[in-house]
């Protein structure tokens, strides 16, 4: 009887310590965008980890979400875009957002929101997909797809939809800090694209992800409350 308590109790423990870990599919997908009014393109890739299991890689920061009162997310780990070939812009300029360095709490990505569902498809062919890839120092961003048009569109007064539906589907801006501005920056330099993004998914990968605090105490008391009635069987049996 006593080997078997401590069989029980083993296994619970076991269980514990695997099931406060869940998989989560992580993607690494390469996009870009020509048709700028300008001449310019952009190319970029992103990583992200569905770490709900929902299907889908959801970002948004925290600023966007309590202004525009929507979803809060974290689930975009690395994203970088390089701007070529706009007039107002040095060269190549690259803009990188990295989970690691500064998440979606930091007010350095104020003004960022991203999603992808895990379709296989280009970024931006969904109407609830989207991208608005804006951090601080540098301020170039970009807005493609329809999911965050209404990040920027009030500031450029031109509506963003998805790619081949709507007139617009890609915003490169740039932005310069004034306080007398609502967001406290104003446009010093905007184009436009109509041309739908193109990418592929270069990589996919099963990794164990931690669950979340409340799914983690629920397992943990489902197996507990498990182990007792495993006990308390084997007692009536032996009785």
């Given amino acids: 009887m006593t080997q078997f308590k401590h069989a029980a109790v083993a296994m619970l423990l076991t269980g514990m310590t695997q099931l ?32 709900d299991g929902d ?11 309590n202004l525009f009162d929507v979803p809060y997310g ?17 060269g190549e300029t690259t803009v990188v957002y990295d989970k690691s360095v500064a998440d979606m709490e ?9 999603a992808y569902n895990l379709d296989g498809g280009p970024l931006g062919d969904d109407a609830d997909e989207g991208i608005s890839l804006s951090v601080f120092s540098p301020s170039t961003n970009y807005n493609a797809g329809s999911a965050f048009s209404f990040v920027f569109s009030s500031e450029t007064g031109t509506p963003l939809g998805t790619c081949g539906v709507a007139e617009f589907c890609g915003l490169v801006i740039s932005l ?9 920056a104003s446009v010093t330099f905007t184009d436009f694209s109509g041309s ?18 409340q799914l983690s105490l629920f397992i943990a008391l489902a197996l507990a409350a498990l182990g007792i009635r495993v006990l308390k069987r084997q007692r009536e049996l032996r009785a």
Avoid: K
């Avoid at 299907?55 to 979400?65: E, F, H, K, L, N």
């Avoid at 310069?176 to 406290?184: A, K, L, M, N």
């Avoid at 739908?196 to 605090?213: A, D, F, I, M």
């Fill in 196 to 213: 739908p993004v193109t990418g592929s998914t270069r990589s996919t990968e099963v990794r164990q992800v931690p669950l979340s605090p």
């Fill in 55 to 65: 299907g889908r890689i959801y970002a948004v920061s925290r600023t966007i979400s």
């Fill in 106 to 114: 930091s007010p350095r990505n104020t003004f960022m929101a991203f």
């Fill in 74 to 90: 974290n689930e975009l780990d690395y994203a970088e875009v390089t701007f070529t070939g706009f007039g107002d812009l040095p």
């Fill in 20 to 51: 406060s870990w869940g998989q989560g599919q992580t993607v690494t997908h390469d996009f870009s965008q020509t048709g700028f009014s300008g001449g310019g393109s952009i190319s970029g890739f992103f990583r992200g980890t569905d770490l």
């Fill in 176 to 184: 310069v800090p004034d306080e007398d501005s609502p967001i406290g």
